[in-house]
Nanobody, 126 residues
Framework: QVQLVESGGGSVESGGSLRLSCAASGVPYARYCMGWFRQAPGKEREGVASISNFGTTAYADSVKGRFTISQEKDKNILYLQIDSLKPEDTAMYYC????????????????????WGQGTQVTVSS
């Protein structure tokens, strides 16, 4: 059984930082992409960052330079470091897992990911 459990969200002021974590278990892919997505109320789910089993990363243009995705493979934990938070970063953040079909993981698209966590809320006040 695949489980993805996010944590680390919260309410912060603009300019602050958060580190989100995703504890993964049972992911059935040796060649995988792990991704972070976010969804604000009334908006579509947006892929923000991905990382492959090799450690290669990709970021949406909207978060480049502020978001950093990483992983501790021996602990099966995925991270998303978010710096210089802005009110527009307010959203539910989800981690997801999918099979890697090419040599890299592109900026994540929801349809390419099969397993999802329940999400962790990030709220940024101005």
């Amino acid at each position: 059984q695949v489980q993805l459990v996010e944590s680390g969200g919260g309410s912060v002021e603009s300019g602050g930082s958060l580190r989100l974590s995703c504890a993964a278990s049972g992911v059935p892919y040796a060649r995988y992409c792990m991704g972070w997505f976010r969804q604000a109320p009334g908006k579509e789910r947006e892929g923000v960052a991905s990382i492959s089993n090799f450690g290669t990363t990709a970021y949406a243009d909207s978060v480049k330079g502020r978001f950093t995705i990483s992983q501790e493979k021996d602990k099966n934990i995925l991270y998303l470091q978010i710096d210089s938070l802005k009110p527009e970063d307010t959203a539910m953040y989800y981690c997801a897992a999918g099979s890697r079909s090419s040599w890299y993981c592109p900026v994540p698209v929801a349809t390419a990911y099969n397993y999802w966590g329940q999400g962790t809320q990030v709220t940024v006040s101005s």
